[in-house]
């Protein structure tokens, strides 16, 4: 099956400074790529996906990287706020077999004012 | 659209009893599954749903059975609740051809 190793864990920024979370996956037929975003105490939320024609794409100040070959994505937060705050998970699945994604651990972001 | 409902939002449970969780949605969505949340742990998947009678399980099923009668409803039992299964579990949807799973609210489970 599926594995997504997610790093770092913990990621602590100062306000303003840009934030980078990166996934690994280990199945090549996986083609779509998606990154929930947690609030504390709130449900994970879709806050940007990727598809595997698609290199890269931005959504104002969040970004994702795509590199098929070396199976690995990141999501790229620039000009963080304090509302950026949360655990952001990746996830990769494919079509064709299970649809049912396979989630990272999770990344907590801490953006401190 | 209410989206996808879970209740209770809390329960605390005494080890070897049972209950049922409840996840309903409102959006026509063909798949359906279980997740629990532990910390450090992410995401685990329990069981999903493909479709109205057909159910599969995930990375972490001892312990939990589901159905799916209706395409609305997948409720979530455990059989003999244990303290491993002190966890957040979340229920959540998606349609066939689109990806974005829709997450219920959690619910706080306790056991002791």
């Known amino acids: 099956g599926e594995n997504v190793e997610q790093h770092p864990s913990t990621l602590s920024v100062q306000e303003g400074d840009s934030a980078v979370i990166k996934c690994t996956y280990s199945?090549?037929?996986?083609?779509?790529f998606p990154w929930y975003k947690q609030e504390l105490g709130k449900r994970p939320q879709l806050i940007i996906d990727?598809?595997?024609?698609?290199g890269e794409k931005k959504d104002q100040r969040i970004a994702v990287t795509l590199n098929k070959t070396a199976k690995h994505f990141s999501l790229h937060i620039t000009e963080t706020q304090p509302e950026d705050s949360a655990v952001y998970f990746c996830a990769a699945s494919r079509t064709g077999g299970s649809y049912i994604p396979t989630f990272g651990r999770g990344t907590s972001l801490i953006v401190h004012p | 659209n209410a989206g996808v409902t879970q209740t209770p939002k809390f329960q605390v449970l005494k080890t070897g009893q049972s209950m049922t969780l409840q996840c309903a949605q409102d959006m026509n969505h063909e798949y359906m599954s279980w997740y629990r949340q532990d910390p450090g742990m992410g995401l685990r998947l329990i069981h999903y749903s493909v479709g109205a009678g057909i159910t599969d399980q995930g990375e972490v099923p001892n312990g939990y059975n589901v159905s799916r009668s209706t395409t609305e409803d997948f409720p979530l039992r455990l059989l003999s609740a244990a303290p491993s299964q002190t966890s957040v579990y979340f229920c959540a949807s998606s349609q066939r051809m689109t990806y974005e799973q829709y997450f219920g609210p959690g619910t706080r489970l306790t056991v002791t």
């Open positions: 199945d090549s037929a996986s083609n779509y």
């Open positions: 990727i598809r595997s024609n698609v």
